[in-house]
């Protein structure tokens, strides 16, 4: 057993808490380095990949031009893909890849592979330079006078400190204030109540117990149309659940169900996302975001989740053509909570 | 000689006669970069944003930042006649009637998901080996604000087709925006143009994806490179490696060749990913439309960590406190939780700094055993990090492992709390036990696993001495001395000034440094290995006294 390794530490010294330094260890040839055909091996290696390459983005250009956008492929378990995609994008990428791995596989076989040693110099500027640095500031400050001529300093200061003023200003325009229109929606008394999707006004017997249907104001394309986007919808959006009048625990309002047919905001309390994912057995509403889960049966109450407040209830009534409405707007705002709501 | 290499030649010839190209090639050109396989991470999130660049370009060719309302006649049948957004049809033009226009979709996103992903993993590296220490605390902070802002980025690209899943996550974020005291309400109104989802959004984030924040991203990305450049990149513990030097390839040809090269590799491996891979299909969910939803919404991965926070904060609200409404279950979880991780993030050299004291520049990087508790904290981090992203695909989660959603959150809540200290503790101690191997490979050696029965019944073991190279890399820690809280008052009866920071600093800094493990000084080495080597001399002594014949293991 020889102590070869401790001449090593002993001649580089340990010094309590510094870096001990070994020697660079000695550099192995590789074998492109000792035989030429070896290197000539990987030279024709290196060209053909760069060769393939080419080819690769002849045959993207070819089918760029010969295969249509429509045209479909199914590949069994990988599903179906959109031909072109695929084939542009195999070209693409293989002629792509080619060129990155000829490349290093170049650099790895045929350039040196011998390590460098570079030096370090301290990151920061030498001291007779940070002295100059200064010198030259302090005679620009001496020259300007900003130490002494106090009222130009501080004018100059004030007028700075005013200047972005504008900037900020200007910004206001960027929507109108908000008002109280987070607490309104387009619901009113006598507003019908009509299926989502095909616009059809509800009577109280097209809804079965058990049932939930997404509805809205019938008038809500109209205002929409006039207004050009979709407010609106994103707050008047409801859902009508139908169950048996004895399954319902309490209500928010008194009367403000027709024969066990509830209507609640659709828009969650917690950060507004739209609810329809309902059991029907334990009248619970799950919100698909964040899991919220509400008791209709139960005043919309929070049963889960981190939704803070019930589902606001829709008071609603039949009018007399039979038909669901609305008694009046929410009694609180619908959707997430905001500063101003208390 | 080639002409190519002929024509650079003149080129650059000429060039000088009008800016100093040569000198600057002259000390650049055989620039010495260190190799690592860990050194790519970053070069990944380099390639990954200029893909990024060069495909958005082709995106804003056909891309229509409107909320319009138009009708569907493009070639994707399932849709044609519904009433959508001009930027939803406008993205399905580009999946549909462009020609490999849903190609570069594919890399566009592909290339987001990685940017994001390299970032966030070559910031672990950075992390657990140091190099964030002086004089390289500047990069880091460059480095984690990119991070950051790339996760706006990329939700805003996500926003950007108006389809029903990133419509959603428009609407979670107006419902966070609202949440924010005094200002939110306010904030709202004026990001949205009005109230929710109004006509402004598109159009402005779409100024924001491609204008403001690539800038500052691309302005960011070059000071980065600029540092690096010049602070010369750090460099593994290893023979003929100091804090000193740097050892490697230079930059012409090798990593011209090396880091040239994997740009392609990481190009072409998002578009072979973008060819075989459907990602993000907005054709598959449709318009927006603000009361509808899908269930199983995810975001992105990157904004994950903040959706698991929000599905699993409990429902904390002041309905009417001082006469405002304060949305805790949303503030705590969006706002203020991702608000000071990020302090803490951006913080760290600073606070590790003058917890250590040290003001020496570092450009060997740590192993990450040797800083037990930075790492142990990292480890936490990643932890904390974890448990929100898996909850924040709670819903998927429970229904692919047949779980129960409310018991899986209540798992979160507990165990986000409960499950990153004890990750603490036991890295801590894991790397203390590596430091403690460690100390013991360089005083005994390494154990051969050969067992020798000696004449007189004795049994040894034949430790073998470890290697140079290993050796190098073991003795290249550095002992951090915990600093000591100083004296209430001096010699003179004069109290100290600071007295409780610095107490402060000599406990956190017995907490960091108290326990490792210190490196054996020569001395102790020495010991040892005068100890193993008499050992061994009696061994053959004995062997030889009693005319058996002495292994080679023990004569070697």
Redesign the interface.
């Known amino acids: 057993m020889s102590n070869d390794h401790k001449t090593d530490v002993a001649t580089t010294g340990i010094v309590e808490g510094e870096i001990v330094e070994f020697p660079l260890p000695p550099h192995h040839h590789r074998l492109t380095d000792t035989d030429p055909r070896a290197a000539r091996r990987a030279e024709r290696q290196v060209s053909t990949m760069f060769v393939l390459s080419g080819v690769c983005i002849i045959a993207f250009v070819a089918a760029y031009v010969a295969i249509p956008e429509t045209s479909y492929i199914n590949l069994g378990p990988v599903g179906t893909l959109q031909t072109s995609n695929l084939v542009l994008g195999l070209t693409f990428g293989l002629g792509t890849l080619l060129i990155g791995i000829a490349a290093i596989h170049w650099a790895k076989k045929l350039m040196s592979d011998e390590e460098i040693v570079d030096y370090r110099h301290p990151v920061g500027s030498p001291q007779e330079d940070r002295d100059a640095a200064k010198a030259a500031f302090d005679a620009g400050v001496a020259e300007s006078g900003f130490v002494e001529r106090k009222m130009v300093r501080r004018t100059l200061l004030g007028a700075l400190a005013l200047f972005p003023l504008p900037l900020i200003v200007m910004l206001k325009d960027m929507g109108p204030l908000p008002g109280d229109s987070l607490r309104h929606t387009i619901w009113r008394k006598g507003s019908r109540i009509v299926i989502d999707v095909t616009g059809q006004p509800l009577r109280p017997e097209d809804m079965q117990v058990g049932s939930l249907v997404s509805a809205s104001p019938e008038d809500l394309n109209e205002i929409q149309e006039a207004a050009g986007d979709q407010n609106a919808r994103a707050k008047a959006s409801i859902i009508l659940v139908r169950m048996k009048p004895s399954d319902i625990v309490s209500e928010q309002g008194d009367g403000w169900s027709w024969n066990g047919i509830l209507a609640f905001s659709k828009i969650c309390t917690h950060v507004g996302c739209p609810i329809a994912l309902y059991q029907q057995r334990t009248h619970h509403l799950l919100c698909p975001c964040h899991q919220s889960t509400f008791d209709l049966a139960d005043s919309g109450k929070v049963v889960f989740g981190p939704a803070a407040r019930a589902m606001p209830q829709l008071p609603i009534t039949v009018d007399s053509e039979g038909y669901l409405v609305a008694q009046s707007d929410f009694q609180q705002p619908v959707g997430p909570s905001f500063w101003e709501r208390a | 000689m080639s002409t190519v290499v002929e024509g650079v030649g003149k080129a650059i010839g000429r060039a000088d006669d009008r800016a100093p190209i040569s000198s600057l090639l002259k000390d650049n050109l055989?620039?010495?970069f260190p190799d690592h396989w860990s050194f790519m991470l970053g070069e990944i999130a380099l390639y990954s944003f200029i893909i990024l660049l060069l495909t958005g370009v082709y995106l804003t060719i056909w891309y229509q930042p409107s909320?319009?309302?138009v009708i569907y006649h493009g070639?994707y049948q399932p849709l044609v006649g519904i009433p959508m957004s001009e930027a939803y049809s406008s993205t399905l033009h580009i999946s549909?009637?462009?020609?490999?226009?849903?190609?570069i979709r594919?890399i566009h996103h592909w290339a987001a998901l990685f940017f994001m992903a390299a970032m966030v993993v070559h910031m672990f590296r950075i992390f657990f080996t140091g190099a964030f220490r002086k004089?390289r605390e500047f990069n880091w902070v460059i480095g984690g604000s990119m991070i950051l802002i790339g996760l706006l980025e990329g939700f805003a690209g996500y926003s950007l087709p108006d389809d029903l899943l990133s419509g959603?996550g428009v609407?979670?974020v107006?419902?966070?925006i609202?949440?924010?005291?005094?200002?939110?309400?306010?904030l709202?109104?004026?990001?949205?143009?009005?109230?929710?989802?109004?006509?402004?959004f598109i159009p402005r984030l779409y100024t924001f994806h491609v204008l403001l924040v690539p800038a500052i991203l691309l302005a960011s990305v070059g000071l980065h490179l600029v540092l690096i450049f010049?602070?010369?990149h750090t460099q593994y513990?290893g023979?003929?490696r100091?804090?000193?030097?740097?050892?490697?390839?230079?930059l012409f040809?090798?990593y011209t060749?090396?880091a040239?090269?994997?740009?392609?590799?990481?190009?072409?491996?998002?578009?072979?990913m973008?060819?075989?891979v459907?990602i993000n299909p907005i054709w598959a969910y449709g318009p927006y439309?603000?009361?509808?939803?899908?269930?199983?919404?995810q975001p992105d991965w990157y904004i994950g960590f903040v959706?698991g926070a929000?599905?699993?904060?409990?429902?904390?609200?002041s309905?009417?406190?001082l006469?405002?409404?304060w949305?805790w279950?949303?503030l705590i979880p969006c706002v203020l939780m991702p608000g000071i991780l990020v302090t803490l993030l951006l913080a760290y050299p600073f606070l590790e700094a003058w917890i250590t004291g040290d003001t020496r520049?570092h450009?060997?990087l740590d192993r990450p055993r040797n800083a037990a508790t930075r790492t142990a904290l990292g480890a936490t981090a990643i932890t904390f990090y974890g448990i929100l992203v898996i909850n924040g695909a709670?819903?998927i989660v429970a229904q692919a492992f047949n779980l129960s959603?409310?018991q899986l959150?209540w798992f979160t809540r507990i165990g986000v709390f409960v499950i990153p200290p004890l990750v603490f503790i036991a890295t801590r101690r894991f790397c203390l036990g590596l430091q403690r191997r460690d100390r013991d490979l360089l005083m005994h050696g390494r154990e051969s696993g050969q067992i020798l029965r000696l004449p007189h019944g004795e049994f040894i073991e034949i430790h073998t001495?470890i290697s140079?190279?290993e050796?190098?890399v073991i003795?290249?820690k550095?002992?951090?001395?915990p600093i000591e809280a100083p004296p209430a008052t001096d010699e003179n009866g004069v109290a100290t000034p600071g007295l409780r920071a610095k107490k402060w600093r000599a406990k956190l800094s017995q907490a960091y440094f108290g326990e490792n493990v210190k490196r054996p000084?020569?001395a102790e080495?020495?010991a040892a290995?005068h100890h193993?080597?008499d050992e061994?001399a009696h061994e053959i002594d004995v062997l030889h006294d009693a005319g058996a014949p002495v292994p080679s293991e023990?004569?070697?």
Do not use: C
């Open positions: 055989r620039k010495v909320m319009q309302e070639s549909f009637d462009v020609r490999g226009g849903l190609l594919q004089p959603v609407r979670i107006a419902g966070i609202e949440s924010i005291p005094v200002v939110g309400t306010y709202l109104f004026f990001i949205f143009g009005g109230e929710y989802p109004g006509h402004d010049y602070h010369k513990p023979p003929g100091t804090n000193d030097n740097v050892v490697g390839f230079p040809p090798v060749a090396k040239g090269g994997f740009f392609f590799i990481v190009f072409g491996v998002t578009v072979l973008a060819a075989l459907t439309v603000p009361d509808q939803v899908t269930a199983g919404s959706d929000l599905r699993a904060f409990p429902n904390w609200e309905e009417d406190f006469g405002h409404t949305s279950n949303i520049e450009h060997l709670n819903d959603l409310n959150t001495p140079d190279d050796k190098a003795l290249a550095r002992d951090i001395p000084t020569l080495i020495e290995e193993h080597h061994v023990l004569t070697d």
